[in-house]
Structure formats: structure tokens, C-alpha cells
């Protein structure tokens, strides 16, 4: 058979766009950056709430081992953020170094602040820093160089207008228009990024900044280093557009903390109180617009971790963590880690919760009277995520919704997703009595819809089907045969230069391939198409660039107005790191001109998961910033004889899990949703090595159990037994009935 899947030629295509969707966010008014971070909400931990204004380096690195041990930053909390007073000032202001930039305080911090960074890196961790607009007074007064130019600081400072600055104060503007300037916050930048910076926040941002925001963009891209853009704090809403597109998330409102504690400053216990929370509600919902991929609204520190004492009870706590995740707001925890309660321990390892923030959705408010509060999110899998909130101080509320009014009539089945209790098909709306401060949050799936799924499984299976050879089956009939809908048809290639066709010589349109799919859609179904495979000529290697890449695989959306597309890496298209990049940034200019399209990629794998070519695939799109939804793996010809395919496939697919998680920063339950599996029935490529039934029996228990993005096979050409011959290309090589191996995926609805 022509069709190899080996890890040594090893595939790779992209779902994105699956369990934990994108499809849902309102229409931007702006596009967001392309820095290619933040392609989901930052999760981990500040400094200021808790250490305030005396961080030391024990301290940061203590909240680092608190991450770890206490099992956080496997629910995708990874990042250590060391926020102000790290500088160290004199009465001028703050002391400089040779170029002008804030002097760290070794007193503080005496191996540094790259010692720091690597202390946390080597925790599986991400750091994070802190810096405000401006050039220090000091740096001024000694007119410092700015470093690899002939400029110095009294070139580029405004001395008549003064920064905001909440600690050593003295901070010039800079004029921007001045040589010197741009080169000023580069060499700071490049600095950050040799300390190994991961994260910066700029902070007291306002209209103003504007031009320093931009610097610090156009600086970081140039650093060298992948580096997460936050500004802070109560930016205004006018210019929500031109924060979205110069940084990755930007702080709506001031501070959370209520400054009530007893020590100075009103540092200490409570951290903050209800109605600093409270106060969150109207601006999530006027922001709301704003948030997506790679740009965020930030409502600022998570106060949960230490009981009570952080000023909430438990139900606002829950409140808090719900309005967070439901705005789809950074996750940056700002309690002690190292006194973790158990309460809050088990609010923030809920992966449901988690979930429900990294879906990458921001919720609309759609109740809003007196204490009642009603928001509510739609998944692009057709499912429905509703907050229910009491947010007074006193008395019950009973807080109701219609169906109608979260995007759908009829009845819809519950799941109350703080409990995880299944709560049954619901008919018409839903009510909570809530307790003063209490949230409900439930996942909806409309009733109409499921009995669709149920009835027609669609995107997630589509088997593929290769029309080029070994006597393909009319899908039609298969689809009578079986209940599937949807196809994934193989192959487009290169016909030789940068153009698209069907196995590189039969037009995209006007032919028998494009009968194919207008008679599939007629029955009610649709189609993947994908793009590559083991042979032939390669768009990935024929295109010279990432945008002629995205010009022809532009040419197969548009041929068939695409919901999905895949790409099947493989070959020496796989094999060449500089063609991986390639396909990475080709689809990101797809997804962006394509809302709502759903990419694969697909590729080989081992039986312990990706090797380190599928790895670096992984790692390169996360950091391009690829908002992948789904990775698929092809996990056979491990060259295991007759060892339980079944068992092998899931072992490969929990290392691909880990993988995606890691790369992505995710929580298990949302990793999950990004990975899937393309298997092979019967005998596979490597002699006696069979996949049987009994083992897609095991791979759809697994689909069922973790809710996997993806779950299909190679192909229903070899879903039939064999005749006389043993042609691998159009039979399965084992005693079967036809299709036998397609039915046992179709129960899979997602």
C-alpha cells in the first residue's frame, strides 16, 4: 500500500478548532496582536497581592516550589510573576546602570534577577517582571549612554513632563521623536530578555502611553525572546482598540486589592473585599468585545488560596473564579501559595473551571437586575456555558434564565460544573436560589442538537477516504451504510511549482473530485480535505514562503468553502524544520483571514507519543502562536506484531497530552481537547503488526473518557474484507464485515 504512517514518515496535521473553541468571540473591532503569545489566558501567580513591596528572591522562589508541589502547575498555572520594588532607589529616584536602566536591589535579590528566572525555569515554570514608561531622573542627571549608539539619556528625555510611577517615583517622559528613544527601551528589552523574561508588565499606563507602548511592543518582538505583554492598570475603554493590538492583555480596572490590611500600606490581611470584586461585573461586560486569541481583558489578581482571610467568603470566592473564567480574564493568582487552604486548593484544581477560561471565549452578560446576573458564552461545539450570580451581601436571590435568551429554544441537558453532577434535560429556562455572593455554573448542551450528534457523527470522526485509488466506495452509500456525515479526502498536493491539485494533477474544481463532494453535501454531509500525505510533491516544500503557502492552501478553502482543513505532514516535508515553520505560519495567516475554520494537523508518532521532530512541531506553533485546537497522531506501524494496538494508541495519545499541555500551558481536561488520533484498521504497514476491532473499541472508550478532539482512521477504502487479493490499499487484510471498524467510531459524538 502507498499509504506509510511510520514515525519515519512521520506526519503532521492540524485540528484547530475543536472541544475548546475560538468560533464564539464577538467580532473585534480591531485585530489583535500578532506577537504570537497569549493564544490563551495567562495562568500562574503575582507577587504584588500577597509580598506587596518587599519581594526577596527567597520569597519569589519559595511561591515557585509552592506551584509545583502543591500540583497547580499541572492544572496549567505556570507563570511567577515578580511585580514592583525590585529596583533599588536613592533620593533621586532610582539607581541606573551604565546605560540608564533601573539597578536591580541585590540586597533583595543577590544572585539576580536572571538567578531568579533560572530558578523558576528549572521548576518547569515561566517568570514574569514588572517595569513603568519613562527613563529614571538619574539616568538624566548623569546623562547615562544608551547602550550601542552614540546617544545619551538627556537626548531622549522630556524633562517637563513627569511618568507615574508607584515606587521610587523620577521617572522623565521620553520623546519619541527623538533618535535614541526606540534604542533606549530596545537595549532594556534585550536586557529583560537575557534574564530570561517570559512575561512583562508595564505599568501606569494610560492615553498617553500610547507611543511607550508601542516602543515596548516594537522592542520585545526584537528581543530574541518570546515574551508575554501585559499593561496595567485602569486603561481606558477608548483606546481598547489600540491596546488590543499592540499587547496580550491590559488591566481594566485599578487595583483589586483593597489596601485594608493592617500593615503598611494596607498590606496584609484582607487581601481585598466583595465589593472590590463586585465592581468587576459591569466592566468584564463592557469590555467583553475585546477579548480573544492572543489579547485579553485582565480584572486583575485572583485573590483565592488563603481561606477566609483574603476578605471573601467562600461562595464569593467561587463568584470571583467563576466571573474570572467566564470573561476569559489571566488567571494570576495573588495569595501565599506556601499556606495553601483546602478549600481554595480544590476551587483552583477544578479543570472545569479552568476550562471555561481557557476556551478562549469571553461571555456576555444577558441578565442584569439589581443582585441578578445572568452570562452566558457559546462554545464552537454547539454548547452553551451559563453563570447564574447573587452578587449582594444580603439575602437569597432566586436568579433565572430562559433558553432563549443564552441562544437556543427547547430543552437542554445540564451539568453543574463546580460539582460536576449531571443535572439532567431541563426543558424551557433554568433557576438557582443563591445565597448572598453564590455563583451557579452549568454547561448546557441543547437537546436538539445532541440528538443530532447522536444521529450523525460529524467533524470529529470523518474518516478518511482516499478517491485516487483502491476502488473507492461511493460515500454516499457509505453514509447510509453507517450514519457518518463527514469525510476527510485525500490528497491535495503540488503539481509541481506552488499550486494545489488533487494528487498533484486532477483539478480542484470542474472534475470528479468536486462531484464527490457536492453529492456528499447534498446527503446532508461535508467534508475535510487534506493537504499532503507520504508521496508526491509538497505544497509545504514547493511554496517558497509561509504567505505563497497561505495563498494555495487558500485555493482549497475557496474551492470548497471549507469548515476544515488538514494538513498532512509527512516526508521530508516533516523532516525539514525550516518547511515545519513554514506550514505553522501559513496557517496562521488561514485561520486569520478564515474565522471559524477548523485545521488539523496530523502526524506520526511513537508508541510513547511524539518524538522530538513531533515535539518541536508542537513547541513551534505554541510559541508562533498558533491557536491549535486539536493535534492528531497517527499511532501505528510501532512495528508491535500483534501487541494490543488499542492499549499502545492510548499510551501514544496520553504523551501527546503531554506534550500540548506543556506547550500550551493548559489543564489536562483542556489538552484533551486538542489531541486526537488517526489509527489504521487491520494490518497495518509493518508486517504482522494488526489492528483489530476490539482495539477501536478501546481508542473509543478512551475518545468517550477524555472527550478527545479528534478520532478517526485510515481508510474506509480498507473497511471491507479482502476478495481473492490482498490488496492493502483497498481491504483491511483480517475477516470482517463491511465497515466494521467505521461503526464502532460512529458512537462517538465528541
Same mark, same amino acid.
Given at each position: 500500500?502507498?499509504?506509510?504512517?511510520?514515525?519515519?514518515?512521520?506526519?503532521?496535521?492540524?485540528?484547530?478548532?475543536?472541544?475548546?473553541?475560538?468560533?464564539?468571540?464577538?467580532?473585534?473591532?480591531?485585530?489583535?496582536?500578532?506577537?504570537?503569545?497569549?493564544?490563551?489566558?495567562?495562568?500562574?501567580?503575582?507577587?504584588?497581592?500577597?509580598?506587596?513591596?518587599?519581594?526577596?528572591?527567597?520569597?519569589?522562589?519559595?511561591?515557585?516550589?509552592?506551584?509545583?508541589?502543591?500540583?497547580?502547575?499541572?492544572?496549567?498555572?505556570?507563570?511567577?510573576?515578580?511585580?514592583?520594588?525590585?529596583?533599588?532607589?536613592?533620593?533621586?529616584?532610582?539607581?541606573? =546602570?551604565?546605560?540608564?536602566?533601573?539597578?536591580?536591589?541585590?540586597?533583595?535579590?543577590?544572585?539576580?534577577?536572571?538567578?531568579?528566572? =533560572?530558578?523558576?525555569?528549572?521548576?518547569?515554570?515561566?517568570?514574569?517582571?514588572?517595569?513603568?514608561?519613562?527613563?529614571?531622573?538619574?539616568?538624566?542627571?548623569?546623562?547615562?549612554?544608551?547602550?550601542?549608539?552614540?546617544?545619551?539619556?538627556?537626548?531622549?528625555?522630556?524633562?517637563?513632563?513627569?511618568?507615574?510611577?508607584?515606587?521610587?517615583?523620577?521617572?522623565?517622559?521620553?520623546? @519619541?521623536?527623538?533618535?535614541?528613544?526606540?534604542?533606549?527601551?530596545?537595549?532594556?528589552?534585550?536586557?529583560?530578555?537575557?534574564?530570561?523574561?517570559?512575561?512583562?508588565?508595564?505599568?501606569?499606563?494610560?492615553?498617553? =502611553?500610547?507611543?511607550?507602548?508601542?516602543?515596548?511592543?516594537?522592542?520585545?518582538?526584537?528581543?530574541?525572546?518570546?515574551?508575554?505583554?501585559?499593561?496595567?492598570?485602569?486603561?481606558?475603554?477608548?483606546?481598547?482598540?489600540?491596546?488590543?493590538?499592540?499587547?496580550?492583555?491590559?488591566?481594566?480596572?485599578?487595583?483589586?486589592?483593597?489596601?485594608?490590611?493592617?500593615?503598611?500600606?494596607?498590606?496584609?490581611?484582607?487581601?481585598?473585599?466583595?465589593?472590590?470584586?463586585?465592581?468587576?461585573?459591569?466592566?468584564?461586560?463592557?469590555?467583553?468585545?475585546?477579548?480573544?486569541?492572543?489579547?485579553?481583558?485582565?480584572?486583575?489578581?485572583?485573590?483565592?488560596?488563603?481561606?477566609?482571610?483574603?476578605?471573601?467568603?467562600?461562595?464569593?470566592?467561587?463568584?470571583?473564579?467563576?466571573?474570572?473564567?467566564?470573561?476569559?480574564?489571566?488567571?494570576?493568582?495573588?495569595?501565599?501559595?506556601?499556606?495553601?487552604?483546602?478549600?481554595?486548593?480544590?476551587?483552583?484544581?477544578?479543570?472545569?473551571?479552568?476550562?471555561?477560561?481557557?476556551?478562549?471565549?469571553?461571555?456576555?452578560?444577558?441578565?442584569?437586575?439589581?443582585?441578578?446576573?445572568?452570562?452566558?458564552?457559546?462554545?464552537?461545539?454547539?454548547?452553551?456555558?451559563?453563570?447564574?450570580?447573587?452578587?449582594?451581601?444580603?439575602?437569597?436571590?432566586?436568579?433565572?434564565?430562559?433558553?432563549?435568551?443564552?441562544?437556543?429554544?427547547?430543552?437542554?441537558?445540564?451539568?453543574?460544573?463546580?460539582?460536576?453532577?449531571?443535572?439532567?434535560?431541563?426543558?424551557?429556562?433554568?433557576?438557582?436560589?443563591?445565597?448572598?455572593?453564590?455563583?451557579?455554573?452549568?454547561?448546557?448542551?441543547?437537546?436538539?442538537?445532541?440528538?443530532?450528534?447522536?444521529?450523525?457523527?460529524?467533524?470529529?470522526?470523518?474518516?478518511?477516504? @482516499?478517491?485516487?485509488?483502491?476502488?473507492?466506495?461511493?460515500?454516499?452509500?457509505?453514509?447510509?451504510?453507517?450514519?457518518?456525515?463527514?469525510?476527510?479526502?485525500?490528497?491535495?498536493?503540488?503539481?509541481?511549482?506552488?499550486?494545489?491539485?488533487?494528487?498533484?494533477?486532477?483539478?480542484?474544481?470542474?472534475?470528479?473530485?468536486?462531484?464527490?463532494?457536492?453529492?456528499?453535501?447534498?446527503?446532508?454531509?461535508?467534508?475535510?480535505?487534506?493537504?499532503?500525505?507520504?508521496?508526491?510533491?509538497?505544497?509545504?516544500?514547493?511554496?517558497?514562503?509561509?504567505?505563497?503557502?497561505?495563498?494555495?492552501?487558500?485555493?482549497?478553502?475557496?474551492?470548497?468553502?471549507?469548515?476544515?482543513?488538514?494538513?498532512?505532514?509527512?516526508?521530508?516535508?516533516?523532516?525539514?524544520? *525550516?518547511?515545519?515553520?513554514?506550514?505553522?505560519?501559513?496557517?496562521?495567516?488561514?485561520?486569520?483571514?478564515?474565522?471559524?475554520?477548523?485545521?488539523?494537523?496530523?502526524?506520526?508518532? *511513537?508508541?510513547?507519543?511524539?518524538?522530538?521532530?513531533?515535539?518541536?512541531?508542537?513547541?513551534?506553533?505554541?510559541?508562533?502562536?498558533?491557536?491549535?485546537?486539536?493535534?492528531?497522531?497517527?499511532?501505528?506501524?510501532?512495528?508491535?506484531?500483534?501487541?494490543?494496538?488499542?492499549?499502545?494508541?492510548?499510551?501514544?495519545?496520553?504523551?501527546?497530552?503531554?506534550?500540548?499541555?506543556?506547550?500550551?500551558?493548559?489543564?489536562?481536561? *483542556?489538552?484533551?481537547?486538542?489531541?486526537?488520533?488517526?489509527?489504521?484498521?487491520?494490518?497495518?504497514?509493518?508486517?504482522?503488526?494488526?489492528?483489530?476491532?476490539? =482495539?477501536?473499541?478501546?481508542?473509543?472508550?478512551?475518545?468517550?473518557?477524555?472527550?478527545?478532539?479528534?478520532?478517526?482512521?485510515?481508510?474506509?477504502?480498507?473497511?471491507?474484507?479482502?476478495?481473492?487479493?490482498?490488496?492493502?490499499?483497498?481491504?483491511?487484510?483480517?475477516?470482517?464485515?463491511?465497515?466494521?471498524?467505521?461503526?464502532?467510531?460512529?458512537?462517538?459524538?465528541?
Amino acid at each position: 500500500m502507498i499509504r506509510l504512517r511510520s514515525l519515519t514518515a512521520a506526519v503532521a496535521g492540524l485540528l484547530v478548532a475543536a472541544a475548546v473553541p475560538l468560533a464564539g468571540v464577538t467580532a473585534h473591532p480591531a485585530a489583535a496582536s500578532d506577537n504570537g503569545q497569549s493564544v490563551r489566558p495567562a495562568m500562574g501567580w503575582s507577587s504584588w497581592s500577597f509580598v506587596r513591596r518587599t519581594p526577596t528572591e527567597a520569597k519569589i522562589e519559595a511561591q515557585a516550589d509552592a506551584l509545583v508541589s502543591s500540583g497547580l502547575k499541572d492544572h496549567g498555572f505556570v507563570y511567577v510573576n515578580l511585580d514592583d520594588f525590585w529596583q533599588k532607589c536613592d533620593s533621586n529616584g532610582f539607581v541606573v =546602570d551604565t546605560y540608564g536602566r533601573w539597578a536591580v536591589d541585590t540586597g533583595k535579590f543577590p544572585d539576580g534577577i536572571k538567578g531568579v528566572a =533560572d530558578y523558576v525555569h528549572s521548576k518547569g515554570l515561566k517568570f514574569g517582571f514588572y517595569v513603568t514608561p519613562g527613563i529614571a531622573k538619574n539616568a538624566v542627571t548623569k546623562n547615562t549612554p544608551v547602550e550601542g549608539t552614540s546617544y545619551h539619556a538627556k537626548d531622549i528625555a522630556d524633562t517637563s513632563t513627569t511618568e507615574k510611577n508607584y515606587n521610587c517615583k523620577n521617572m522623565y517622559a521620553i520623546d @519619541y521623536s527623538k533618535p535614541g528613544a526606540q534604542e533606549f527601551v530596545d537595549s532594556w528589552a534585550r536586557q529583560f530578555a537575557s534574564w530570561g523574561v517570559d512575561y512583562l508588565k508595564i505599568d501606569g499606563v494610560g492615553s498617553a =502611553d500610547v507611543p511607550d507602548v508601542q516602543a515596548w511592543d516594537k522592542a520585545l518582538r526584537a528581543s530574541g525572546r518570546p515574551i508575554n505583554f501585559a499593561l496595567s492598570n485602569n486603561l481606558p475603554i477608548a483606546d481598547a482598540a489600540t491596546w488590543r493590538k499592540l499587547a496580550n492583555s491590559w488591566r481594566t480596572q485599578g487595583d483589586v486589592e483593597c489596601y485594608c490590611g493592617p500593615g503598611s500600606n494596607g498590606s496584609g490581611y484582607p487581601l481585598t473585599d466583595w465589593s472590590h470584586v463586585s465592581k468587576r461585573f459591569d466592566s468584564a461586560a463592557s469590555w467583553q468585545p475585546y477579548a480573544g486569541p492572543g489579547g485579553w481583558n485582565d480584572l486583575d489578581s485572583l485573590e483565592i488560596g488563603n481561606g477566609d482571610q483574603v476578605g471573601l467568603t467562600a461562595d464569593q470566592r467561587r463568584s470571583h473564579f467563576t466571573l474570572w473564567s467566564m470573561a476569559a480574564a489571566p488567571l494570576l493568582l495573588g495569595t501565599d501559595l506556601t499556606q495553601l487552604d483546602p478549600v481554595d486548593k480544590a476551587m483552583l484544581t477544578n479543570d472545569r473551571l479552568i476550562g471555561v477560561d481557557q476556551d478562549g471565549v469571553a461571555a456576555k452578560r444577558i441578565v442584569s437586575s439589581g443582585v441578578r446576573q445572568v452570562w452566558s458564552k457559546k462554545e464552537s461545539d454547539g454548547q452553551y456555558v451559563v453563570a447564574l450570580f447573587n452578587t449582594g451581601t444580603s439575602g437569597n436571590a432566586t436568579v433565572s434564565v430562559n433558553w432563549s435568551q443564552v441562544g437556543f429554544s427547547g430543552s437542554g441537558d445540564v451539568t453543574d460544573l463546580w460539582s460536576g453532577s449531571h443535572k439532567g434535560v431541563i426543558a424551557d429556562s433554568y433557576s438557582a436560589t443563591l445565597r448572598p455572593g453564590e455563583t451557579r455554573l452549568i454547561r448546557v448542551k441543547p437537546a436538539n442538537s445532541l440528538k443530532a450528534a447522536a444521529a450523525s457523527p460529524g467533524f470529529a470522526v470523518a474518516p478518511y477516504e @482516499y478517491l485516487g485509488w483502491g476502488s473507492p466506495q461511493n460515500p454516499t452509500s457509505v453514509m447510509s451504510a453507517t450514519g457518518v456525515k463527514w469525510f476527510t479526502l485525500a490528497f491535495v498536493l503540488s503539481d509541481g511549482t506552488c499550486n494545489p491539485k488533487w494528487d498533484g494533477s486532477r483539478p480542484l474544481t470542474g472534475g470528479s473530485d468536486q462531484s464527490t463532494v457536492n453529492a456528499i453535501r447534498a446527503a446532508g454531509g461535508d467534508v475535510v480535505v487534506s493537504v499532503g500525505g507520504w508521496s508526491g510533491n509538497k505544497l509545504g516544500e514547493k511554496c517558497s514562503s509561509a504567505s505563497a503557502l497561505a495563498g494555495a492552501y487558500q485555493k482549497v478553502i475557496n474551492a470548497y468553502k471549507l469548515k476544515a482543513l488538514d494538513i498532512d505532514i509527512e516526508n521530508t516535508e516533516w523532516s525539514d524544520a *525550516t518547511v515545519r515553520q513554514r506550514v505553522v505560519d501559513a496557517l496562521k495567516t488561514v485561520k486569520a483571514n478564515n474565522p471559524g475554520l477548523k485545521t488539523v494537523i496530523t502526524f506520526g508518532t *511513537t508508541s510513547g507519543g511524539p518524538d522530538s521532530t513531533g515535539a518541536d512541531m508542537i513547541k513551534r506553533a505554541a510559541n508562533s502562536g498558533l491557536a491549535n485546537d486539536v493535534w492528531c497522531i497517527m499511532p501505528f506501524d510501532f512495528g508491535g506484531g500483534t501487541t494490543n494496538m488499542g492499549s499502545l494508541t492510548t499510551k501514544a495519545m496520553e504523551g501527546l497530552k503531554a506534550q500540548v499541555k506543556s506547550a500550551y500551558g493548559y489543564s489536562d481536561a *483542556t489538552a484533551y481537547t486538542h489531541i486526537g488520533l488517526s489509527s489504521m484498521n487491520g494490518r497495518t504497514d509493518d508486517s504482522g503488526e494488526l489492528v483489530r476491532a476490539a =482495539d477501536f473499541r478501546t481508542m473509543l472508550a478512551y475518545a468517550q473518557q477524555h472527550h478527545i478532539g479528534r478520532l478517526t482512521y485510515w481508510a474506509v477504502n480498507r473497511d471491507r474484507a479482502c476478495g481473492s487479493g490482498t490488496d492493502g490499499d483497498a481491504c483491511s487484510g483480517v475477516s470482517q464485515q463491511p465497515y466494521d471498524y467505521l461503526k464502532v467510531f460512529t458512537q462517538y459524538t465528541g
